[in-house]
């Protein structure tokens, strides 16, 4: 397998050089092979939000690297940059972060505009991946005419409307009732199996994770553990997953 996304030993600071400068992740080194589904899991305040940004290139390490695809991010300028998200990386968020003043179809189109497809391409691109979703009928609507799931699916096409080979998302069932948060985990499973993306995800919901290949857990700004699934059943896995949270969460009580 191919590394698609790799840390060398990520470091992040917030508040640099002042009184309160912290170092929320310390040298983290990880690596993504294409393919590869990952949960990431941890104690809230441990890093993962920070970890994601960096990975996602929202954010840059104080220290270390982070490449895509063996492209160091920093090695690009802005545009660059901004052009290589649009085509390679998909962000699903918790809140699902739609344009209020925009319809779903507005929200939907807007990175193939941006990356200036014709627009006799867009209407077609942009149907098509409402079909899949489910809200071909509701893409008039604004996102505050919607429902949480409906919200939620607008938000996976858009972060799937480029056709990316990473998808990073930041707690996105977090917000869905246990029937949508399925039908998202369904979504995201036959993308991973059936075409080969990559997924990186926050959760703190062992169920959730227990769709992942690997669970990755963060505490205090290191990668302390890791579970590999390999030839578990979901269940065995959920298990795993399970005990290491509980675990963990009475280490906090001695
Ligand atoms: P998690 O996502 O695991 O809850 P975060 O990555 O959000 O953790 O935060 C890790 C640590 O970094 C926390 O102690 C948090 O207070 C701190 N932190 C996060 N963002 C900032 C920021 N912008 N400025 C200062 N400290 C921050």
């Known amino acids: 397998m191919a590394t698609i996304l790799e840390t060398r030993n990520l470091t992040k600071s917030y508040n640099l050089e002042q009184e309160n400068e912290f170092e929320a992740l310390h040298g983290i080194s990880f690596k993504a092979e294409a393919g590869e589904f990952i949960c990431v899991m941890g104690p809230s305040g441990s890093?993962?939000?920070?970890?994601i940004n960096?990975?996602?290139?929202?954010?840059?390490?104080?220290?270390?690297?982070?490449?895509i695809d063996g492209i160091n991010i920093r090695s690009m300028t802005s545009n660059e940059l901004g052009r290589f998200r649009s085509q390679n990386l998909g962000f699903v968020f918790q809140e699902f972060?739609?344009?209020?003043?925009?319809?779903?179809?507005?929200?939907?189109?807007?990175?193939?505009?941006?990356?200036?497809?014709?627009?006799?391409?867009?209407?077609?691109?942009?149907?098509?991946?409402a079909r899949q979703m489910d809200i071909e009928g509701i893409l008039r609507k604004y996102p505050r005419e919607c429902s949480g799931g409906q919200r939620q699916r607008g938000a996976i096409c858009r972060a799937l409307i480029m056709n990316p080979k990473i998808i990073i998302a930041d707690e996105p069932t977090g917000n869905l009732d246990r029937r949508n948060s399925n039908e998202f985990l369904a979504l995201i499973d036959r993308l991973n199996r059936d075409k080969g993306v990559t997924i990186i995800m926050v959760t703190h919901d062992?169920?959730?994770?227990?769709?992942?290949?690997?669970?990755v857990y963060i505490k205090d700004g290191v990668i302390e553990q890791t579970i590999l699934r390999e030839n578990m059943t979901q269940e065995q896995y959920f298990e795993k997953i399970t005990e290491l949270n509980a675990s963990e969460s009475r280490g906090y009580l001695e």
Do not use: C, W
């Open 54 to 67: 960096n990975i996602s290139t929202v954010d840059f390490p104080t220290k270390g690297q982070v490449l």
């Open 97 to 129: 972060n739609l344009l209020d003043t925009h319809t779903l179809y507005e929200n939907i189109a807007m990175p193939l505009a941006l990356a200036r497809v014709k627009k006799s391409e867009i209407r077609p691109r942009v149907e098509a991946m």
């Open 47 to 51: 890093g993962k939000t920070t970890f």
């Open 206 to 215: 062992p169920l959730v994770a227990s769709y992942s290949s690997r669970l």
